[in-house]
């Protein structure tokens, strides 16, 4: 991990396209500023992880749906609808 010490309104500049400032520097908070092209996704770590969480998830979800039981593949033909007016 490269670490690099900026003071407030000092940037970084990744891959050439990627622009991080740091903002304000408030105790143990730090307020960054990134730009970026559209094509590159941002994230909060903890975000990221929770959607990673939920892809590996779907991934390893059953690949069909179960069946329904015998009987009721189809709806009853008596079933209320609701029709706009």
Known sequence: MLRITRRAGERVIVGGDVVIEVLEVRGAMVRLGIDAPRSVSIYREELWLEIKQENEA????????????????????????????
């Open 58 to 85: 779907a991934a390893s979800a059953p690949d069909q749906l179960p069946t329904l039981p015998e009987g009721l593949s189809t709806l009853p033909e008596d079933l209320p609808t609701t029709k706009p007016e």
